[in-house]
């Protein structure tokens, strides 16, 4: 088809994966899935080109053959490729010669399904900004375009980085997501460590960051089952049944971020499941090793600096010594506005300020964070979190 027509393809691909949802719900999933989505986006697509073309000159060069032929015949890879549609697509997406910052858009967009608004969530960035940096990378696409079939090893390793950032970015919006009416996307997290778990099977992926990443996924989601109430509402850490907490993936998220070890790479990913597995460790939320976790968030910034990380340690020395010490973490500290306009960034100071006593400088903060919540069950978990004893504001 050629990615002149990757709009199109995009919408066949989200009208296929909403039609899997709808009907394998129902009836199961199909003994052949991807050929499955493949005839449903193809009928769709050819479907969409007849209406808009009749039989133009596109259908008759590529004809409109039937798909069923897909269903059950078995995909052809060479030895070395990565044997994953969506993975593959995504070492497409992810080429050296699109920006970071419109790969991850491209990405997000095109093979995972994202909105603009929770790719902007994620990116921190506006939809204004997610619109132009998907309509750079597309016609840079269309430009640079090579096959996934025709992709070397050493464009495989430089884009492995991108991918990885993409999986990472999917597991964390299913995690934590900023759609209005499901604030847990299980089904994202299960395919971020689907795609993970393939990346690490194969040679390329086989290096020290992508065993953290995916150690990181498993124990961010052996907590998944107690981070909601009976209601499904969202629960804060020190609230949730650790009895509920899956063992065996928390062993699992362990052995592989033990693999990670090896070698003398050390990335965001290796910090980031350090902290987790400090949390999965913990006896209770007191018994919690915050020395540790601070520790973590002090390589992280080394390695990876953000103003977030900054922020979240800020929020572990107040655990650690005190939210006096907490708040001195942020002294002088001038955030950037993607920052400033998050519900993050008031959300810390809110509640780092009403545990210092400042009321009045606290309510101010909350004010802000519950304006710029992303989503209703974030909004509640912050008026829960942030609630002044003084104060019984709805």
């Not at 997290?189 to 990181?216: F, K, M, N, W």
């Not at 080394?302 to 939210?323: G, I, R």
């Not at 001038?334 to 809110?350: I, R």
Request: charged share 25%.
């Amino acid at each position: 088809m050629g990615v002149s027509f990757i709009e199109d393809v995009e919408d066949a691909a989200q009208a296929a994966l909403l039609r899997a949802l709808e009907t394998w719900t129902r009836g199961g999933v199909p003994e052949n899935p991807s050929a499955w989505l493949f005839r449903v986006a193809h009928n769709h697509l050819m479907g969409e080109l007849r209406q808009r073309a009749g039989r133009s000159r596109i259908l008759e060069e590529r004809g409109v053959a039937d798909a069923e032929t897909f269903e059950n015949a078995a995909p052809a890879f060479l030895p070395e490729e990565v044997r994953d549609d969506v993975l593959r697509m995504l070492f497409v997406c992810c080429d050296e010669a699109i920006p970071l910052e419109s790969q991850l858009v491209l990405a997000l967009k095109s093979l995972c399904g994202f909105d603009v608004g929770e790719i902007a969530h994620r990116l921190f960035t506006s939809e204004a900004n997610v619109y132009k940096r998907l309509g750079r990378a597309r016609s840079r696409l269309r430009t640079v375009f090579v096959h996934p079939g025709e992709l070397s090893g050493t464009q495989y390793v430089a884009r492995l980085p991108s991918v990885s950032r993409v999986l990472y970015l999917l597991f964390t919006e299913g995690y934590l997501s900023s759609h209005a009416e499901d604030s847990i996307r299980r089904e994202l997290c299960d395919e971020a460590i689907r795609l993970t778990t393939l990346l690490v099977e194969h040679p390329i992926g086989q290096v020290p960051q992508s065993y953290a990443l995916l150690a990181l996924m498993h124990l961010h989601l052996a907590r998944l089952g107690a981070r909601q109430d009976a209601s499904g509402g969202l629960l804060l850490l020190e609230e949730q049944d650790r009895s509920l907490w899956d063992r065996d993936r928390i062993r699992t998220g362990m052995a592989w971020l033990a693999r990670s070890a090896g070698g003398d790479d050390f990335s965001r990913y290796h910090a980031e499941a350090g902290i987790a597995a400090e949390h999965c460790l913990a006896a209770s939320f007191k018994e919690t090793r915050w020395d540790r976790v601070v520790a973590c968030y002090s390589l992280l910034n080394q390695v990876a600096p953000s103003a977030v990380h900054k922020l979240n340690q800020a929020v572990a020395v107040a655990e650690w010594k005190s939210p006096a010490e907490g708040l001195r973490i942020l002294e002088g500290f001038e955030p950037p506005t993607w920052l400033t306009g998050s519900f993050l960034w008031s959300a810390v100071l809110a509640d780092l300020n009403r545990r210092c006593g400042k009321i009045e400088l606290a309510q101010r903060h909350r004010d802000i964070a519950l304006r710029s919540a992303p989503s209703p069950a974030i909004k509640v978990l912050l008026r829960r979190r942030l609630r002044m004893d003084s104060d019984d504001l709805d």
